[in-house]
């Protein structure tokens, strides 16, 4: 399925959970299910279902589950988990509680996570995704790509210090060029596809090199008049697609 040290890490967070929530089950989607996951610079995208909303003191209880797996595993600060109730998945919008970018918060398991499950989540504990989890149409699949691109990543457009940085690079083209594959036939492709997507839409060939150096080979460190570049061929690129894109 994956490396040792991300394999051991799942043992140990489901062994951990289970005394401490009524757990029914975990499954992974995003880069570990779909093939492309990469040991420390991916993250570890996980739903792990349980019976009934937890309490306060539940709540606690994970909050110290995945801050002491960071202390015995360094790949820990990549794992981010969403608990749903069994009863309350026909709801793509409905916020479940979250632990992402160690904190606890609410997030909706998105349409575009609800087709990864149902195409290529892996069951890591419990029932599989197709017994709990509503099927998610290709016209709610494009209605909510198109939507997640008109009012975030448009938007964030406006702000250009925020390109300045590596995450939002990365993820603001390889989002809109699976956008893009999404949206012409369906399909969910992994990151690596997207750099090769990025390609055939025209993206500057130096940012797309760039991300891919990051997530596949040995960056190395980026020149303030580099990164002053490739924010504003990013944006430049983007703003033109995206606008094209949701027409």
Known sequence: ??????????????????PVVPLVSMWAHGSLAGGDYQPGRSDLDLIAVVERPCTAAEQEQLAEVHRNLGSVNPLASKLHCSYPTATELDDPA??????AHEELMHRPVTPV??????DFGLVLYGRPPADLL??????QLADFVIQDLKSFWLPALDHPEWWRRDIWIDLGLLTFARATATLRDGRLITKGDALRVLTELGAPTD?????????????GSATE???TRRAELTLAFLRSAIEQAIL
């Not at 409905?94 to 632990?99: N, V």
């Not at 996570?113 to 149902?118: A, N, Q, V």
């Not at 090199?209 to 960056?219: A, E, K, L, S, W």
């Open 225 to 227: 008049q580099w990164i």
């Open 1 to 18: 399925m994956t490396d040792q040290i991300t394999g051991q890490l799942i043992e140990r967070f489901v062994g951990a959970l289970r």
């Open 207 to 219: 940012v797309v090199d760039d991300i891919g150096q990051r997530r596949y080979g040995v960056p």
């Open 134 to 139: 509503p099927p998610v149409t290709d016209r």
């Open 94 to 99: 409905h916020p479940h509680l979250t632990w």
């Open 113 to 118: 996570t609800r087709r990864e499950l149902h």
